[in-house]
């Protein structure tokens, strides 16, 4: 139980295009999810909590206009980022927390590798 | 500020051997929770074990076992009996009972070798 899947796993596009990325609980219902960045060899750096139904709450230094998320139900949030630079690469991982999970637990999907040319 | 620091960046132990890495924290907060995940090549991103701040029980999950010290704020993870399939890094992170975000460290990469 407990899955989490990204789409798409890997996408290259070009400089200025927009691209998005998917991120859904596949068995449960996910009121919050979470959007980290993560460059090569380093730790997660989280860009933003999504609660389903309201507007993300960025992190400091995370530009929103640029990183749109979007949680339209409880099993689905999106990551657009939009005019894509060569600065956008990086490995995307989004994360899903259970509805009153007292465990505060995150449950991770297989990430996005996102390579802009 | 609420932080997590992982003072080994790199570990590397033979295969079979055991391996402790270690973690403190900061927080003014009473009520958390502790985590250690594994990330390892495939980059997905796997709990290894988990602490709730009140219970004073140490973890254990099969060969992986934390100490925790509360006063001390520090949270090292053991592996015992290390496998090949271990080589990952590996993030401890926190989260305050009430909130969403989970903090992580740095992260330690483990390297077990034959």
């Known amino acids: 139980g407990a899955v989490v899947s990204q789409h798409p796993s890997w996408v290259i596009c070009k400089s200025g295009t927009s691209v998005k990325i998917e991120c859904r609980s596949l068995d449960f219902q996910a009121t919050t999810m979470f959007w980290y960045r993560q460059f090569p060899k380093q730790s997660l750096m989280l860009m933003a909590t999504?609660?389903?139904?309201?507007?993300?709450?960025?992190e400091q230094g995370v530009e929103k206009d640029k990183f749109l998320i979007n949680h339209a139900s409880l099993t689905l949030s999106t990551l657009t980022v939009t005019s894509a630079h060569p600065e956008d690469s990086s490995f995307y991982i989004c994360?899903?927390?259970?509805?009153?999970?007292?465990?505060?637990?995150?449950?991770f999907g297989p990430g996005t590798r996102l390579t802009v040319t | 500020a609420q932080t997590v620091t992982q003072s080994q960046p790199e570990m590397s132990v033979q295969e079979a051997e055991t391996v402790t890495l270690s973690c403190t924290y900061d927080t003014s907060e009473s009520n958390y929770y502790l985590f250690w995940y594994k990330q390892p090549p495939s980059r997905q991103m796997i709990l290894v074990i988990r602490q709730e701040a009140y219970k004073q029980q140490n973890a254990t999950e099969n060969r992986f076992s934390v100490n925790f010290q509360k006063a001390a704020k520090s949270f090292s993870l053991k592996i015992s009996d290390s496998q090949l399939g271990d080589t990952a890094m590996y993030f401890c992170a926190f989260t305050p009972g009430g909130a969403q975000k989970l903090v992580f460290g740095q992260g330690t990469r483990l390297t077990i070798n034959p």
């Open positions: 999504s609660n389903e139904g309201s507007k993300a709450t960025y």
């Open positions: 994360s899903a927390r259970v509805y009153r999970d007292r465990g505060n637990e995150q449950y």
